[in-house]
């Protein structure tokens, strides 16, 4: 009997891009673009519901406390009085991996784009997995920031390099990673191109680069655990 064929790309790991970005360079946008050139979901804010999932923890709670992660928390517990903070150094350690948790179960599940949370570093050494750094120069930066966040000159810039600096902590105190260029396949400089042909620009390299991968569209709300 004519034993059915087997599709090329049985057994392959779906196909992830993992977006890290200087804060006011348009990665986000350009990630929720990817995902649309590509027909597959992008994951920003949705993480802290899928973090809430996996950790227990009220959304509210991680949302609050994300943004303590990522001024450093962990990194200089030891230099401070946690209590403080509301937080007991497990907890974090237990949100850091509940989120670790999350992201890799959206990567199982099928094709995505994740924006942030040092998915690039978490699925490293995973298959099918193109990893690009967004950046741009200071002062298409700041006036972004700008317009975008109702702030004036100093502001933006001082708001700019306070998250640029939390997010090289958070890299390096959870995922033992520097943030930046020369850990990821693609370095774009958003300045010189639009959102939408960047987007173009990343969706093509991630199917030349992994031609085999599936793009099997992960859910865009994975079930809760029971």
Avoid at 91 to 114: F, H, N, P, Y
Avoid at 184 to 203: F, G, N, T, Y
Wanted: glycine content about 8%.
């Amino acid at each position: 009997d004519e034993q059915p064929s087997i599709p090329e790309n049985e057994g392959q790991q779906p196909l992830v891009v993992a977006i890290e970005r200087q804060y006011g360079s348009g990665g986000r946008e350009i990630g929720t673009l990817v995902g649309r050139e590509l027909g597959i979901p992008s994951f920003d804010h949705t993480l802290i519901d899928l973090t809430a999932q996996e950790s227990g923890f009220p959304p509210a709670y991680v949302k609050q406390h994300e943004q303590e992660v990522r001024r450093g928390l962990l990194y200089n517990l030891y230099m401070q009085n946690y209590r403080s903070v509301g937080a007991e150094p497990e907890q974090m350690d237990d949100m850091w991996l509940a989120q670790a948790r999350a992201i890799t179960k959206l990567a199982d599940e099928g094709s995505c784009v994740i924006v942030g949370r040092c998915a690039g570093s978490i699925l490293r050494g995973r298959k099918n997995v193109l990893t690009v750094f967004v950046h741009a120069p200071l002062e298409i930066r700041i006036n972004h920031v700008m317009d975008r966040d109702g702030l004036d000159s100093k502001e933006a810039e001082e708001r700019i390099k306070t998250i640029d600096r939390e997010r090289a902590e958070h890299s390096l105190s959870f995922a033992n990673a520097t943030w930046g260029a020369e850990t990821h396949h693609l370095i774009l400089d958003s300045s010189i191109q639009s959102p939408r042909d960047a987007a173009k620009l990343i969706a093509n390299l991630a199917k030349k680069a992994f031609p085999e991968a599936p793009l099997s569209p992960c859910p865009e709300k994975p079930e809760r655990k029971s």
